[in-house]
């Protein structure tokens, strides 16, 4: 079991660019979902997936990020156009059974944007 | 706006001695959630307590559940220096469709 997979662990852009984060769910469980942490507003859940469907993205802040799931083994996390105030740690984790089950969770990708 | 806070922010204790961290929250729950998380990491899985338990064990954890008052417990007995990390609980309200909602977490020292 390699765990959740997230790339890249750091990522450093500036403003206004595109940042493409990524994540492999450990095979076999149904949810994904994606979380960002910083120091000030703790752990926010931006969305989450249900077999590869978004259930809730009510946590999104704004329009300018999306999520997908194409398949089963694969979801990424665009922010275009990046602003300073998205720096922050992005976690995916996954679980078998959603709310009923614990999450198992990637070690992050940080993002810096100046 | 945050479900489960998480108390205290910070704690100091020596190796051997008991730590205690107290979650409260504000809705009703499904289950309770409690994550380690090791600086630089993601967060690790400890312990679940369902809405209808009062107490689980897991190892050198404890954990306590009081639907009454809408609080929990994690109580780590015979810390060591392996132990240094945050703590948080999450929760999972009885509203279907919802995901786990995080606290801001307790951050523990242990010293040696």
């Known amino acids: 079991d390699a765990g959740v997979i997230q790339s890249p662990r750091h990522e450093v852009t500036e403003m206004g660019q595109e940042v493409t984060l990524r994540c492999k769910p450990i095979s076999g469980h149904d949810y994904l979902f994606w979380y960002r942490q910083t120091m000030m507003r703790g752990l926010e859940l931006l969305i989450y997936?249900?077999?590869?469907?978004?259930?809730?993205d009510s946590g999104m802040p704004e329009d300018r990020f999306s999520a997908k799931m194409p398949n089963a083994s694969f979801s990424n996390l665009k922010i275009q156009p990046s602003e300073p105030r998205d720096s922050a740690v992005y976690f995916c984790?996954?679980?078998?059974?959603?709310?009923?089950?614990?999450?198992?969770f990637g070690n992050g990708t940080r993002l810096t944007v100046t | 706006s945050q479900q489960g806070e998480e108390d205290p922010q910070a704690l100091s204790i020596q190796e051997g001695e008991n730590a205690t961290m107290n979650c409260s929250y504000k809705?009703?729950?499904?289950?309770l959630q409690w994550y380690r998380q090791n600086s630089g990491r993601g967060l690790v899985h400890l312990i679940l307590?369902?809405?209808?338990?009062r107490e689980k064990h897991s190892g050198r954890l404890r954990v306590t559940l009081d639907t009454s008052k809408k609080s929990s417990s994690l109580l780590i007995t015979a810390s060591r220096a392996a132990d240094t990390a945050s703590y948080f609980c999450?929760?999972?309200?009885?509203?279907?469709?919802?995901?786990?909602?995080f606290g801001k977490g307790t951050t523990l020292s242990v010293s040696s």
């Open positions: 809705t009703s729950i499904n289950n």
């Open positions: 307590i369902r809405s209808n338990e």
């Open positions: 984790a996954s679980s078998p059974q959603g709310r009923a089950s614990p999450l198992h």
């Open positions: 999450a929760t999972v309200l009885n509203q279907a469709g919802t995901a786990l909602i």
């Open positions: 997936f249900n077999n590869n469907v978004p259930i809730d």
